[in-house]
């Protein structure tokens, strides 16, 4: 895949890690490669949190986890939509991606794929290909998410920008509870991602629109 035509990112998230549980890799490789990455995460998450957590706890572990992959402060955008509650905002969630695509004018967006059982994650992806719809598309895997997954795009990367991943992750000690918040699940899913398109990491997308 060639990204000489890529100059700006967008990532959308519905809660603050889902963009570095399945894009980190790429997100740092696209950094590394000076591609301005923006970030925005729709929601909090106050209600997922664990007991006595201040409610702007995730708003700040994903300003850590961001700077560790080369994203800058002013590129991320916070939102209030309550978790697990988006399908009942979908208006409101659509008025903002369009207001931050005449913002941000990206020539990426990284979001849920089609297949993402998320009720949250369902939302974005839906409403993201309406506000997105004339700009190239990539649908990422959160495999606890999915029952089945369009794997047909895959990013090439190196184990430093796996291990970049992992240490962006390891900011989120909110969710050290997440049976899946685990260093060797996720090399093993991007040696297993690698070794489709015989290399050795990668990260898998769903190809929801490509312009040439």
């Avoid at 570095?20 to 729709?42: C, M, N, P, Q, V």
């Avoid at 998450?45 to 300003?63: N, Q, R, V, Y």
């Avoid at 695509?101 to 089609?114: A, G």
Wanted: glycine residues 6%; charged residues 25%; aromatic residues 10%.
């Amino acid at each position: 895949m060639d990204f000489h035509n890529i100059k700006t990112v967008l990532v959308l998230a519905p809660h603050p890690d889902d963009g570095e549980f399945s894009s980190g890799g790429t997100l740092k490789r696209f950094s590394d490669l000076g591609i301005e990455i923006h970030y925005a995460a729709f929601s909090p998450c106050i209600k997922s949190l664990p007991a006595g957590m201040p409610e702007d706890t995730l708003w700040h572990e994903l300003a850590d986890a961001a700077k560790i992959l080369g994203i800058a402060k002013d590129h991320i955008y916070n939102y209030n939509f309550p978790v697990r509650d988006f399908p009942a905002h979908r208006q409101e969630i659509l008025e903002e991606l369009i207001l931050l695509k005449k913002k941000v004018q990206p020539d990426l967006v990284l979001l849920p794929n089609s297949l993402d059982i998320h009720q949250d994650h369902h939302t974005i992806h839906q409403e993201g290909l309406r506000a997105f719809k004339h700009t190239r598309i990539l649908g990422y895997e959160l495999p606890w998410n999915n029952l089945h997954f369009t794997n047909n795009c895959h990013i090439r990367l190196e184990r430093d920008h796996i291990q970049a991943k992992m240490e962006a992750l390891q900011c989120y000690k909110s969710q050290n509870f997440r049976n899946y918040m685990d260093e060797e699940y996720f090399f093993g899913l991007a040696k297993t991602r690698g070794i489709q398109i015989n290399t050795g990491y990668a990260e898998a997308f769903e190809l929801i629109r490509w312009i040439i």
